[in-house]
């Protein structure tokens, strides 16, 4: 499971890093509203904890960013405001779970664990995934772009269903080479690049919109538009 935790409290963050950790939790860190907006637009994390005052952009802006974009990570706010409406005001701006300062470190680690549950439940329960008018259905192994069949090999489609699966957030190649080729060293070969430009050719070629996207110096994104 791997977190993203907003806090501008330095002494705060370290501490809940942590203790995540020891909980075997992998963890990133931002201290302030810019530098967290920018983390969970580019990375794929299970769950965000989000302190809700935060220097330079707030932690409801964020999530509500979050959301107008299309990202439903689950997100638990941290907040020193703990009345009805300061709750209601938190869950209705995207929040997923609100919780007052102070608090237990078990508690907010049990809520961040229902959370990532709940994600990877509805990732698990979607047979279909679609970016633009590409479509991968993941019953039948078919994958259509604007209707039109295009057929892959085995590790392709592995490699395009993992991309899609990740849509809007930047895929390193260190993850690729952990869930679709089960490396977990780095086997100084070429293998990603050859096959993420066979993939383009398939579903890029004859169609107009580009859909796989490199981002230069950390890997590559499936995004429809802009």
């Known amino acids: 499971m791997k977190i993203l935790i907003i806090e501008d409290d330095l002494e705060t963050a370290a501490y809940l ?4 950790r020891e909980a075997g939790i992998t963890v990133d860190q931002a201290s302030d509203g810019d530098s967290g907006f920018f983390l969970a637009s580019e990375n794929s994390y299970d769950a965000l904890v989000v302190d809700r005052m935060l220097p330079k952009r707030d932690g409801l802006s964020i999530i509500s960013e979050l959301r107008a974009r299309g990202d439903d990570t689950p997100v638990l706010i941290l907040s020193a405001l703990g009345q009805v409406d300061d709750r209601v005001t938190g869950l209705r701006a995207g929040g997923d779970d609100y919780l007052t300062k102070p608090y237990a470190f078990s508690e907010l680690l049990a809520r961040i664990e229902i959370l990532g549950r709940r994600k990877g439940s509805r990732s698990e329960q979607e047979t279909t995934y679609r970016v633009g008018d590409l479509e991968l259905d993941r019953l039948s192994h078919e994958v259509r772009r604007a209707g039109q ?11 395009l269903e993992y991309l899609m699966k990740n849509a809007g957030q ?10 679709v080729w089960d ?18 050719s398939k579903i890029e ?4 919109e580009p ?3 490199t981002v230069r110096g950390a890997g590559y994104m499936m995004k429809a538009g802009g």
């Open 149 to 159: 069949q295009i057929p892959l090999q085995p590790r392709e489609y592995r490699l």
């Open 205 to 208: 070629k004859d169609f107009g």
């Open 170 to 179: 930047v895929v390193t190649r260190t993850m690729l080479l952990e869930h």
């Open 17 to 20: 890093s942590k203790a995540f």
């Open 183 to 200: 490396y977990h060293f780095d086997p100084q070969t070429n293998v990603i690049d050859v096959h993420i430009s066979r993939l383009r």
């Open 211 to 213: 859909l796989l996207r």
